[in-house]
């Protein structure tokens, strides 16, 4: 694939007719494309029939785990192209290109659990489950707010604070630098089978800033009030190729300073705003074992089908 707009509009049309309540769009493949090819190695393959992708494949390395080794293989196949070889096919040719200059130990891939048959090809070729990521929605129609304000005004009492990024940039002129210490602090503690590869700041600066649906209006810190140390941070991504929608990027807070309700106030002022922007709903995913997935529940949010990620360990 050469990553052409016809070629990314092919892929968009292939994905939205697989996954309808997930939409994405050209704008998100083509940034999630040059996040895999920015750092290490990545494959794509593509099947047609005439000018319609019937099927897409894309194997790359894991950058984000700290697991030598380890990538990430991914296959779509049109739901009326399905069961003659098509998956199979893209399958061996990206671990084909692979093995030229790659040493893949670890497989992982992954499907929804509502995807049967996409969970019984991972089967086939030897995948055991590894982790289950619960997704969640909350529709913002039936939120009020007013029920929540005891906890929104919560930080106030324990001696902190929330603003926005966009407040945070024009009172810190190193606002990168500390967003950047601050999410990997955080992700650190992220529930996860495999520990998480810190990003180096040029990286992390070139995929933040590049994200198509990053918006520092969109993003809020909670601040220590004392110190003015940035200890928690939630985000919403225009992402979902729905208008009408917003998905949760990252929500967390320092570990001296859980349990005293700052998640729940960053993740309500974040509610706040997409309903006064007129938004429709919030999805988000969090592990099985993430406590942040009972707080979204809490607030409302409703399951939708999981996703369950799997693994394979590879001979030699």
Not at 67 to 79: A, C, E, K, L, N
């Amino acid at each position: 694939m050469d990553g052409s707009a016809a070629e990314l509009e092919a892929l968009v049309r292939l994905e939205n007719r697989n996954f309808p309540d997930e939409p994405t769009t050209v704008e998100v493949l083509r940034y999630r494309a040059r996040k895999r090819q920015s750092f290490y190695f990545a494959r794509e393959e593509a099947v047609w029939s005439g000018d319609c992708m019937i099927g897409y494949g894309s194997l790359h390395r894991a950058w984000w785990l700290a697991q030598p080794g380890r990538y990430r293989i991914y296959v779509s196949v049109d739901r009326d192209w399905r069961r003659q070889g098509i998956g199979t096919r893209i399958w061996q040719r990206l671990l084909s290109l692979a093995s030229i200059t790659e040493r893949i130990r670890w497989l992982e891939s992954g499907a929804r659990e509502d995807r049967p048959d996409a969970l019984d090809f991972l089967m086939a070729r030897e995948f055991e489950p590894e982790a289950r990521v619960e997704k969640s929605e909350l529709a913002l129609g039936g939120f009020n707010p007013g029920h929540w304000q005891h906890k929104r005004t919560a930080p106030s009492k324990v001696g902190a604070a929330i603003c926005s990024l966009q407040e945070a940039m024009e009172r810190y002129s190193d606002w990168q630098q500390r967003l950047w210490r601050l999410e990997h602090r955080l992700y650190q503690d992220v529930p996860s089978a495999v520990s998480f590869r810190p990003l180096e700041f040029r990286h992390w600066l070139a995929q933040r800033m590049d994200s198509p649906g990053f918006s520092p209006n969109a993003c809020w810190l909670a601040l220590n009030q004392a110190t003015g140390d940035w200890i928690g941070f939630t985000n919403l991504l225009e992402e979902t190729g729905d208008l009408r929608g917003l998905d949760t990027g990252f929500t967390g807070v320092e570990r001296d300073w859980r349990r005293k309700g700052l998640a729940t106030a960053l993740k309500l002022h974040a509610i706040e705003w997409a309903l006064n922007e007129g938004y429709k709903y919030i999805r988000t995913d969090n592990g099985s074992d993430n406590p942040m997935y009972r707080l979204n529940l809490n607030l409302g949010f409703t399951p939708r089908p999981a996703w369950i990620g799997m693994v394979c360990e590879c001979p030699g």
